[in-house]
């Protein structure tokens, strides 16, 4: 079986070379169990006090399985496999004793794993990849996917801190570590976030601001087809989500449309209009770089990340594909909001935008993507 664990040894811009290549993956191979074995024995997440972080709220609307296989869960993942754990530092004002904690998704308890060790008040969740759940379908073609899941995970913890009322969830996405891959720290109601200024900026979020516990706890990816295009404002609301949530992660925005002007759409510099990026009907090429997803060149649009060139170092990498699904996430819950119907996209082989443009090969990668149609989200099905 592969193994794809984070290895400091292991060349990731090689893996990730391989995972663009043409080469299939092998026969499905077990997947292992669907929870890292935390020591200790479960515990329940006690009701929160008025002034304190409402943690079993938080994990709820965030990471937590809704159903008894532990597939259906707030935040997407390649083929449901989930590969995200979560570690906890907890520190004062949470529903939780000061403590580090592992999380189980499945039956949302914590297992006490160490003491407090200068954690700032609120919650840090670590998060981290057991690789083989990915691996035992995806393959060689798992560790974009690995990263890609982690963003999405990241995400979806900010919404949920936003949707409680916190004003400065932290993100980290910076891509220098392999364990834990990402970090979200979220202070207590009231609190500020010690490493945010108190005047800074509010963190990106949506489309018209904060997210409700109900959107979050509604919110699936929908099953294919996808068709109808999306109306202008729509796709240039999900583009401007897209782009200011995957700020410093070296990406590029765009957008494959249809007819009546098939190609490539931009958002402008000023955010307010969609500039022509390139000519040609694209989603074609798109559904056969997509792992052969032919439903792809039906979608209404699809929404992409492009960038990460071949030669990028490992923090390059982890960067833009981190930042990659913490933005898509986030343009998701801005495309519901404008009554359509999507579903993210992460595995994509040979999709050198940048050369399909006449650009240099190997610099402009499809990294990520967004499939976008009008049948209205009430129309989803799930599983």
Known sequence: MEDLREDPQQDLAAALARARSPERPGPDTPAGPAVRPWSGPPLPIPQAAPADLDLRALLRLSLAAADASGRLRPA???????????????GAGCSLPPGRYGY?????????????????????AELSVTAQRTVSHYGHRARPLLLLDTGHAAAALFLAARALGVREPEVRLDGL???????VHVPPPGGTNPRHPADSARPTEP??????????????????PLPGTPSRDA??????????????????WCAA?????????????????LLRYAAGEARPTLAAWAA????IADAGAVLLAHGCPADADAPHVRRAHLRAGFAVHLAHVTARRHGLAARPVGSWQQADLGAALGAA???DWVVHALALGTRHADEENTP
């Open 76 to 90: 997407p993942s390649a083929g449901a496999l989930h590969p995200v754990d979560t570690e906890l530092a907890v």
């Open 104 to 124: 189980d998704p499945l039956r949302h308890r914590v297992h006490r794993i160490g003491p407090p060790a200068d954690t700032p008040p609120g919650i840090t």
């Open 177 to 183: 570590t392999e364990n834990p891959l990402a970090a």
């Open 207 to 224: 489309s018209g601001g904060p997210p409700t516990p109900a959107e979050l706890l509604t919110r699936r990816s929908a099953p294919p």
């Open 235 to 252: 796709l240039r609301a999900v583009l401007a989500t897209a782009r200011q949530a995957a700020t410093g992660g070296s990406l590029r």
């Open 257 to 273: 449309v249809g007819a009546p002007r098939p190609g490539l759409v931009e958002l402008a510099p000023d955010g307010t209009t």
């Open 292 to 295: 052969g997803q032919a439903w």
């Open 361 to 363: 090969p190997g610099r």
